[in-house]
């Protein structure tokens, strides 16, 4: 499953990362790309209450569409990385899981992560340094859970991926760009360090002259996503065994 980027202002972009989603498909994974609420139609937690919907939808119709669900990987960039590093440490969290759709006897589970410079700790973001003010009101993190972040702490730990990390929690791959001045490389140090302190097998991909998707989305990185979820599909197939 790939979910786009967009501030979380968005909820038409499911045609986005085409490159990406076509260097999945040659490599033999079904891909499905989907939309969620943007923050203006809905705050935190509609949106990854969506993407779980999402996810068990394709569970709840893996016949129909004959995709094999026994491996289940997610990808995202930016937003998009937030929701899918949200979706990993939230499996079998049921703290998040929402109620929408007509599959909610279907796990929301996913086996692998592949995480494009999510934000991953919204009140270390301005302390990491960013082009922007995400302390501010009107910065995408303040609007997605409705009010000022610093203001709010409690939503916005409730919004953040690295609240919810346990031993339940699948295996990351995490690729950031050491220039990108919207979502501050420290933001998948962060997770990256307590994904590891956790025991959750994590690898970070360091880019030194990548920015927010400059030298970041590009076919070598691509490639490296593309064996991270093979190796974690073997793993899956072994275990099951």
């Known amino acids: 499953m790939t979910i786009y980027g967009s501030a979380w202002r968005r ?19 079904a891909v499905v ?11 935190f937690p509609a949106q990854i209450h969506d993407v779980k919907a ?27 990385g937030h929701l899918a ?7 079998f969290n049921n703290s998040m899981e929402g109620n929408l759709g007509k599959f909610l006897n ?10 494009f410079y999510g934000p991953t700790d919204f009140l270390m973001m301005d302390i990491c340094g960013s082009k922007m003010v995400h302390d501010d009101i009107n910065s995408p993190e303040s609007r ?10 409690d939503k916005a730990k409730a919004a953040n991926p690295v609240t919810y990390i346990s031993k339940n929690t699948p295996p990351f791959l995490i690729i950031h ?27 970070l991909i360091t880019i030194i002259d990548g920015g927010h998707g400059p ?16 190796i974690q599909l073997n793993s899956t197939i072994n275990n099951d065994q």
Not at 85 to 91: F, K, N, P, R
Not at 106 to 115: G, L, P, Q, T, Y
């Open 106 to 115: 279907f796990s929301s589970h996913v086996d692998a992560v592949v995480d």
């Open 177 to 203: 760009g050491m220039n990108d001045l919207t979502v501050p490389y420290c933001q998948s140090k962060i997770l990256h360090n307590i994904l590891k302190e956790k025991g959750v097998k994590s690898e």
């Open 144 to 153: 997605l859970i409705g009010g000022q972040i610093q203001k709010n702490k």
């Open 85 to 91: 590093c949200l979706a990993g440490t939230t499996s």
């Open 11 to 29: 909820n038409d972009k499911k045609g986005a990362n085409k490159r990406k989603k076509e260097a999945l498909i040659k490599s033999g994974f």
């Open 54 to 80: 999402a996810i068990r939808f394709i569970r709840g119709n893996a016949k129909k569409y004959t995709i094999d669900t026994s491996f289940f990987g997610i990808t995202g960039s930016s937003s998009g």
């Open 33 to 43: 790309s989907i939309n969620h609420r943007s923050s203006y139609d809905a705050i």
């Open 215 to 230: 030298n970041v989305q590009v076919p070598e990185i691509y490639n490296k996503m593309i064996s991270f979820f093979k």
